[in-house]
């Protein structure tokens, strides 16, 4: 069976990685973009099932990539995990753009509640 | 010679003969008959004038002019007595028109005397009725000594001496000090149609009165009055000026209502009659010169204060603006650094995760309690960064009130829940207590009352090795409920209680050496306590145990 597709958009490398660790402990094939341009040009590459991006990013911001997508038919397919560290940040903003708003420092194991959730509805 | 010296001279000559030719006039013309009375004696209103401008120095010229205008004393038929009588004369004029403008200057203004109701008054007083009573004594008995004039016409002459001597002042002083500066020529074309119509009304009047003898003197009053407020000095003196011609002319001409038999009866008329006329016009113009001064000055303060407020204001704006940019830039750096401070965090606390739920690998039991050692010290360091910034977010004022009804039993049991895992690994119970008094459904601030709530509890724990922590939730007045955290712990000493709300200190001591924390838990509970409008009080006994009550304000639902 062919594995559902990931993409993680963050700028910190650790962060990435343990992205990608939970990501493929769940059953996910990974990509990674480390900036907001990136992670734009991924998503035309092909039908991810989830995004998990990052709001704080040199460039283009999460935010600026989210309202880039929001009307586009990929949008319509793929799950949206926010994550920030941005203790502050007002959720509302995101309700729209998002499917899911975690702060950093994550719970890995909230983390992989959510992946497997997700798989689930997906397959 | 000195030019000024040589202006002195010119200027004393030149008074002279004014003087002499004015006093050759009034006799011609000013004459009541069919005595030989001088209704108006114009040369002391022209002596006044000369020295008020150019000062005592020419006071030589009016005693030359004064000698000469009465060389009928002396000339054709010269006497010594006429000569030395025209001399005495001559010197009492000089004198009455210095002693006028000494008292004028020394008692009224002395830039611009008819501007004020007071140096007005000092000038009819001192200046024409005082001063005048010099020459009209000094003059008269020359003339009765020297043989000129019977002794029993003593009293008349002098009166009349007198009052036309300072009529003569007080009619031309003021008409010729107001107008060596012209009024500023008006664009106003109704302004310049007033002056023209009230000019021609004075005319009028002064033609019916004193030509026609039809006695409406009286109406020369309201006119007056409007010209006085309507073109100030300038039209007053004016004013006067024709209003005075008007009635000298109809008294010599024998028109009018000042016509009597008697000489002396139709001048003391004619006198009274612009000594009023006079007093109330100058009056009049001083007192309304006196409120545009007044309203002017007050303008000028009005617009200065205005100025200074809207500088003031201006400068409020600025440090407003700073304070706020200061705040918003301060708030910017509290994010920043949450930002800033929760990312590596991420990063421990997500490794830690990774190799302990075994994603990794299995561990060794060693490992994965170490690993747990990890996340433990990193999840505490959370908790501190998470502190600061709290007590850095209500420093910089940007705490909301974000209130809602809530099922109060529903609400605690939820939040209480919650505390329990606070207990982990510690023999505590945690009973709560509700009272009857406190209603079913309350409005709170949900968000900030559970961190209150949690901070207590939280710090309760902390401080409590095995026993019991109550919770007791209640209403105590109409307008006011609490709720109190009550602990079996080690408490607190008097000294240490009072200390205990303050940023950034803890109690140390032997018994909470062990214990960690940043200090600023029971910082932030006071704050956000205060923040809603309560208060947070404490009641500690060492080794008992500490209760600690909040009272908040109960609001209508």
New interface residues.
Partial sequence: MEKLQALVVDDNWYNCNIFRIALEKAGYEVEIAYNGRDGLAFLETKPYKILVIDLQMPGLNGIEVLTEIKDSPIRKKMYILVVTANAYMATEDLEDLSDMVMFKPVNIADLTFFLERVKRIVL | MKPSLLNTIILNFALASMYAVSSIISQQFGVIPPGNATAIFAPSGIAFVAIFFFGYKVAPGVFLGSFIGNNNLYLPNFTLIGFGVALAIGIGASMEGSLGVYLLKKFGTREHPFEQVRSVWVFILLSALTSCLVNATIGSSALVIGGFAPPALHGDIWLTWWLGDAAGVVILAPLFIIWRHLPKPSNDGLLVLEAVLSFIALMAIGTIAFVGGFPIEYLFIPILVFIVLRFGLHGATLGIFLVAGFAIWGAVNGNGAFVRADVNDSLLLLQAFIGTVMFTALTLSAADKERQTATKALAETNHTLEKRVIERTQDLEIAKNEAESASRSKTLF??QM??????????????S??LQ?G??GDMTPDQTERIGFIKQN?SRL?GLI?DT?DIA?IEAGKLTLTESRVNTQYFFDELLQGVKSLTAKKQITIKTVYHQTIPERILIDAPKIQQIIVNLVGNAVKFTPEGVITIEIGANMPNEWFFAVRDTGIGMSAESVKQLFEQYTRIADATTKSIEGTGLGLSITKRLVEFLGGTVDVQSVLVQGSVFTVNLPLKPL
């Fill in positions: 509290i994010a949450s930002h800033e401070f929760r990312t590596p965090l991420n990063a421990v606390i997500g490794y995760d990774i739920m994603m990794l990193a959370l998470n910034l977010q």
